[in-house]
């Protein structure tokens, strides 16, 4: 009898063993996470019926000293007919076969604007006005009285500093009834805060924007953009 009990004691000493081997061994298997990042802005804010183009990720696996770049997959899509927030999710799969996400927010708007006056779409001198410096900023028409400007901070933290593109805060402009402009959907995700313009003035002999841009903690500065 006492060989029969070491026999089972034996074996269920080996299996224990065997079962803990292969659990540490799948804890334990090398499974390099991919560095993934998105191109263009987060959130993304569109007018209603504006086409949508995805800008896209970059994914890549650096695993060993080399790098590998990755193919993405696009899980769910805008549609820029009908209004409210949308997210899109990104797949990357790596080497290993193991899936990783990532999320950019995507907001279709519709709002009310007058014609009171006209704003050129176009490229604009952007600057800082007590820094004297700033970069590049889009306007562009979306529908009456309302306008997509891709950054209210001039490109100076995008552009001038360098901080990239999670600085810059694309908005709306819109012109109201009684001409006075407003800013809506302002957002600088790389600050986590809202930001909006105030005190708008077109200067449309020599097409120049002025406004204070104005961050949620009450930080401040003024800003014009010309028209190149």
């Known amino acids: 009898m006492k060989i029969i009990y070491s026999i089972l ?9 065997s079962c ?11 499974t390099p996470a991919p560095v993934m990042e998105l191109i263009g802005s ?15 990720i970059h994914a890549m696996e650096i695993a060993n000293g080399d790098t ?5 997959e696009v899980l769910n899509s805008v549609n820029v007919n009908i209004t409210g927030s949308y997210k899109l999710q990104y ?6 076969g193991y899936d990783f996400y990532i999320n ?28 004297g410096v700033g970069g590049t900023v889009q306007i562009a028409k979306l529908a009456p009285g309302v306008y997509q400007i891709s950054d209210l901070l001039a490109g100076y933290y995008d ?24 800013s809506e959907l302002g957002n600088a995700p790389g600050f986590g805060q809202e930001v909006f313009g105030e005190n708008f003035v077109f200067d ?19 800003v014009q953009f010309t028209l190149k």
């Open 9 to 17: 004691i034996l074996a269920a000493v080996v299996f224990l063993s």
């Open 104 to 131: 950019r927010r995507v907001s279709i708007v519709s709002f009310t604007g007058y014609d009171i006056f006209e704003i050129p779409s176009g490229t604009y001198d952007g600057i800082r006005v007590n820094r």
């Open 68 to 72: 590998t770049e990755l193919t993405y």
């Open 42 to 56: 987060n959130p993304m804010v569109l007018f209603k019926g504006t086409p949508f183009v995805d800008p896209g």
């Open 159 to 182: 552009q001038y500093v360098g901080y990239g593109p999670s600085t810059a805060a694309p908005a709306i402009l819109v012109i109201n009834e009684d001409g006075v402009m407003r």
């Open 20 to 30: 803990e081997k292969d659990y540490d061994s799948f804890i334990t298997e090398e």
């Open 204 to 222: 449309a002999a020599n097409n120049i924007l002025t406004f204070k841009a104005v961050f949620d903690d009450g930080f401040n500065f003024d």
């Open 91 to 96: 797949k990357v799969t790596n080497s290993a």
